[in-house]
């Protein structure tokens, strides 16, 4: 599967942003897929994750009541509202496909090019 992410941008705190992630190659109707994040100098963290049949959402902790995670299936897109930035948020954002959680982690196995997220003070 290829995954093409957009919708990075500056923004001011406070503010909002919408990424997209587009997914192709095959049927992208049974798997998780999700964001993860990495700051300069940081490790990569998991932001938020969508299971594609039935729509469970997962969320971290950081991010839980300001990112919404959604797709739509029809256009095998899955999208992440970003309301409330903070400059803690700022990072490379990364799409992700095939994702799993064990032992407390999740981990993908696709990956997309990332998409920066710059939020000023």
């Known amino acids: 599967v290829q995954l093409q992410a957009s919708g990075g941008g500056l923004v001011q705190a406070g503010g909002s942003l919408r990424l997209s992630c587009a997914a192709s190659?095959?049927?992208?109707?049974?798997?998780?897929m999700g964001w993860f994040r990495q700051a300069p100098g940081k490790e990569r963290e998991f932001v938020a994750a969508i299971a594609r049949s039935g729509g469970s959402t997962w969320y971290a902790d950081s991010v839980k009541g300001r990112f919404t995670i959604s797709s739509d299936n029809a256009k095998n897109r899955v999208y992440l509202q970003m309301n409330g930035l903070k400059p803690e948020d700022t990072a490379v954002y990364y799409c992700?496909?095939?994702?799993?959680?064990?032992?407390?982690?999740?981990?993908?196995?696709?990956w997309g090019q990332g998409t920066q997220v710059t939020v000023s003070s």
């Open positions: 992700a496909a095939d994702l799993s959680f064990y032992g407390g982690i999740w981990k993908g196995q696709n």
């Open positions: 190659g095959r049927s992208t109707n049974t798997y998780i």
